[in-house]
């Protein structure tokens, strides 16, 4: 599920405040996110200031002003009376950028490297993925030594850690026990200890399940046990602190006073099997209770015949420390003063903790509370201590949701049967402001008359589930659209059921590496998202995914009617090819047909993308492929998606101006495919066909109307397949476009042409020749520009371009074209009056004459078109342009054209294709 604006500018604010919480607590920033400016601090909620970036004036008079920007974009201002580390002016600068430029998984990967803590992401062959600056820094790694290699490959020492994470994987969140780090070289002196805690989840994605291992520094826990440790030396009470497994760490001299052992001999020892105890075994059955969280208390029997309550308490879940406290019954002392020490004991190893704990006694009331849990909750320690947290939280205006978005009312009540616990909330301040907070909650067992208080640890977790939310969303998601990318329309085609049957529409734009070598790589991103947002608007209930650079599809539930050609398990009739033609009616290969919903579809989204595009402030004339295929997902969408894109490929592959092209439709059948693939096939061999001597040109002459003499001659290329035979350019020009070898081919062209004509001079003949040039060979001008010498040399061919390739105006087109001019070629515009014509290029481009398209030829016999033929021929007549018809095959056309006062013809009328030799024969006939 996507986020709402409101959800991801919230995430973001409270990531920029939790970062100047953290490693600039003094310091402001101005930062705009979404058209609003927001002034955000430590200390408060983030704040609207309105649409203007400016500083305030008491920022100019004192203090250290920083202008916080990338590639000349300025991204906010942060200020600060004393000076900003430069870190974390980078880390601001990057994530300002990534939001406002949707950088996708890069940005990402950058923001997990920066995140301010030991993380790592593992997949799930517990191989790294990718880990934090600090987790590299922690360990003393690098980068190289981690990514791609397995837990056990980087830390082969820690036997058991392989097999905790893999506890992860199988969707168990794991505590990971506390790890004794030696930092520095050298002597003992010279290095630091630290002490990790560890935890791992389970984390998703589109690649499967993952595990995300997060560490923190717990040294400053050890260094309070050592504290506490201190203060049981001077203690007059029976108490002893034991590790996780029961193991004594240190004990109050008088409890030592027990046994008749040294200090030595008893610390480390389970408590269990100290000397004194009558009954070892009631001893373990207590430390078991506590250590899973649970009352443990009883009257033991000493070996020298006293008695001793004794009480153990902890945090549960195995982790942490357990304490022990007894009471001597024989002297009965003061409860009171017991109760008090312990207190006191309690709160000074609060005030010393970094997390956020308080303790509550039985009816619910705050007992003890340190600094870090009140700024947490955002309330005073004042406020919390002696209040009944439950009511205290309401009237605060403090609410909390769990994770299915239910608000928690009220607490659970805190009775032994239910505890420990272990969940997290969101918690929403009065203000709005949110945190992700995990609370962990034990029974602490107190001196108050034998009842049970509690024990509550919060931690804020929300960047941590910021960036576990970001990275679930950009597997699934395309980063410059935001639109789903493959593997996210393959998750909700999923999601819909295997029964349902969908409609899948592919699109994308014809000639779009021709546009982008054009405008460039920022401007057609731009129109990309512009594209993207067009779709959205098409028709409600749509999911749309960006699958390429310019290829989209939309997938939609169809109404409930008879679907044609349905893709489903019960094996349906293979789907017949449908050519949507707008303004005509539809066709079949096999025969007439109504108008399936597919098509009427098609030519609804092709009406829907005809509404110009703008792009610096200009209407971009666009014109769109459509590929479109429909049937019942099963489990496997992938089919259904590569079934569209299938149809898509057929029509970009066809011969531009030819019916497919202009319908600008395809509707999948089974026989695409094996088209598709003849095409690839085609492909891989045309280099090949170069070398082998595999292609050949013939000539068709240009004939004048007057006399029928012999003006010229087209060049026309033709590929002698060893298997296919003869090939027209159709079959393979259009494949040879989407790499380099179109411009091998055209130099080849050049070349023939002009040898051909060297011949012709040889025997006296003066045949002017002209050669087609593709709107892909115009745009790399470079490999037309390295022919220059030769042309100068030989002097240049006369060129033909199509008429689509002159519709965008370029400063270099029309310095290349002039460069040819000059060489001696004339310019003529093939095809003209067709498809996309453009008259503007009459003018703008130097032209010496235009080849009218067959269509005028073939429909001399209707009044009207004869009527635009003759307009045609004089328009530009007017204008000193040459005018050829194209495509003369009956005597009835050859009349008719030069009544309409056209000139000059090519047509099998007068003569078909022919090699160099037959030409020149030809000539000295017509001569």
């Not at 942490?320 to 017991?338: I, N, S, T, Y």
């Not at 909750?377 to 002696?386: M, R």
Request: proline content about 5%.
């Amino acid at each position: 599920m996507m986020l709402s604006p409101t959800d991801s500018q919230q995430i973001l604010l409270g990531t920029l405040r939790d970062l100047i919480r953290l490693h600039a607590p003094q310091a402001s920033l101005l930062a705009p996110v979404n058209g609003q400016v927001f002034h955000i601090t430590a200390d408060a909620p983030p704040m609207g200031l309105g649409a203007e970036l400016s500083p305030p004036e008491e920022w100019l008079d004192a203090g250290e002003l920083r202008w916080l920007n990338r590639d000349g974009t300025l991204l906010g201002l942060l200020w600060s009376k004393d000076s900003v580390p430069e870190p974390v002016s980078s880390l601001l600068n990057l994530l300002l950028k990534s939001v406002q430029h949707s950088r996708h998984d890069h940005d990402l990967s950058l923001l997990l490297t920066h995140l301010p803590a030991p993380v790592a992401w593992l997949d799930a062959e517990l191989k790294f993925r990718q880990v934090s600056r600090h987790f590299l820094a922690l360990y003393g790694l690098a980068q190289e030594q981690v990514l791609g290699h397995s837990v056990s490959e980087v830390f082969p020492a820690r036997g058991q850690l392989p097999g905790l994470l893999d506890r992860a994987l199988r969707g168990q969140a794991v505590h990971l026990p506390l790890e004794r780090l030696e930092r520095g070289s050298g002597a003992a002196a010279d290095q630091a200890v630290l002490w990790m805690r560890g935890e791992a989840r389970p984390f998703f994605d589109a690649q499967g399940i993952g595990v995300l291992w997060t560490s923190q520094d717990a040294s400053q826990e050890r260094h309070l046990a050592s504290q506490l440790d201190s203060l049981l030396d001077d203690s007059t009470a029976l108490l002893a602190v034991m590790d996780g497994s029961g193991r004594v760490q240190n004990a109050s001299s008088a409890l030592m006073a027990l046994v008749s052992m040294s200090q030595a001999e008893v610390l480390g020892m389970p408590l269990w099997e100290w000397p004194c105890w009558e009954h070892s075994s009631q001893i373990r059955e207590l430390v078991a209770l506590a250590v899973r969280g649970e009352a443990a208390s009883a009257d033991v029997a000493l070996v020298h015949g006293g008695l001793l309550r004794l009480s153990l308490h902890g945090e549960g879940q195995g982790t942490g420390l357990l304490v022990a406290q007894g009471h001597d019954l024989a002297p009965l002392r003061d409860m009171e003063e017991q109760a008090a020490l312990q207190r006191s004991l309690i709160q000074q190893i609060l005030a010393r903790s970094s997390e956020a704990t308080l303790l509550l006694n039985s009816a619910g009331r705050v007992t003890l509370v340190n600094e870090e849990a009140a700024t947490l909750l955002g309330l005073e320690v004042a406020q919390l201590s002696g209040a009944p947290l439950d009511r205290l939280l309401r009237e605060m205006g403090i609410q909390m949701y769990d994770a299915a978005g239910q608000q928690v009312i009220d607490l659970p009540i805190w009775t032994q049967s239910s505890l420990p616990t272990d969940r997290e909330v969101l918690l929403v301040s009065a203000v709005g402001v949110r945190r992700t907070v995990r609370i962990q909650t034990s029974v602490l067992p107190v001196l108050e008359g034998q009842r049970h208080g509690l024990l509550m640890t919060l931690r804020d977790i929300s960047s941590l589930r910021r960036m576990e939310a970001r990275l679930r969303h950009d597997t699934l998601h395309d980063g410059l659209t935001g639109l789903f990318n493959r593997a996210g329309m393959r998750a909700r085609l999923l999601e819909l059921g295997q029964h349902t049957h969908v409609s899948l529409l592919a699109v994308d734009i014809s000639g779009f590496p021709a546009l982008t070598a054009s405008l460039g790589r920022v401007p057609s991103d731009a129109l990309l998202v512009q594209l993207a947002a067009r779709l959205l608007t098409w028709r409600e209930h749509l999911l749309a995914a960006r699958l390429s650079d310019d290829t989209f599809v939309l997938a939609y539930t169809p109404s409930l009617q008879a679907q044609s050609g349905s893709r489903g398990r019960d094996k349906p009739a293979p789907r017949k090819a449908v050519v949507r033609q707008p303004g005509q009616h539809e066709e079949e290969t096999s025969g007439s047909a109504p108008a399936t919903q597919l098509e009427e579809d098609l030519r609804s989204l092709q009406h829907h993308l005809q509404i110009p595009f703008t792009m610096a402030g200009r209407e971009l004339p666009l014109n769109f492929n459509l590929g479109a295929t429909s049937g019942v997902i099963d489990n496997d969408p992938e089919a259904l998606l590569g079934e569209a894109e299938t149809a898509l490929n057929y029509i970009q592959r066809s011969t531009p101006g030819s019916r497919v092209v202009r319908a600008g439709g395809m509707i999948y059948h089974d026989a695409l495919r094996s088209e598709v693939a003849r095409d690839f096939q085609l492909q891989s061999e045309l280099p090949g066909a170069l070398e082998r001597g595999e292609l050949r040109l013939s000539y068709q002459p240009l004939v004048s109307l007057k006399d029928r003499k012999l003006l010229g001659a087209e060049a026309l290329l033709r590929w002698n397949h060893p298997k296919l035979g003869l090939l027209a350019p159709p079959a393979f020009l259009p494949l040879a476009a989407r790499s380099a070898i179109i411009s091998d081919l055209g130099e080849w062209v050049i070349r023939r042409a002009l040898e051909a004509r060297a011949t012709w001079q040889q025997q006296g003949l003066d045949v002017p020749v002209s050669v087609n040039l593709s709107q892909d060979e115009l745009l790399r001008q470079d490999d037309l520009e390295r022919l220059f010498p030769l042309l100068e040399e030989y002097g240049a061919p006369n060129f033909e371009l199509s008429a689509d390739s002159l519709l965008h105006f370029s400063q270099r087109t029309l310095n290349l074209l002039t460069r040819l001019r000059e060489l001696g070629a004339s310019i003529v515009v093939d095809d003209f009056g067709d498809g996309a014509s453009s008259l503007t290029s009459l003018e703008r481009f130097p032209i010496s004459g235009v080849k009218l398209h067959p269509s005028f030829v073939a429909r001399l016999d209707n009044p009207r078109a004869y009527k635009l033929l003759q307009g045609t021929a004089l328009l530009a007549s007017s204008l000193g342009l040459s005018v050829t018809a194209v495509g003369v095959e009956t005597a009835e056309q050859f009349a008719l054209l030069q009544q309409a006062g056209v000139e000059t013809a090519q047509g099998y009328y007068f003569a078909a294709p022919m090699t160099a030799e037959e030409l020149a024969l030809f000539q000295v006939a017509q001569s």
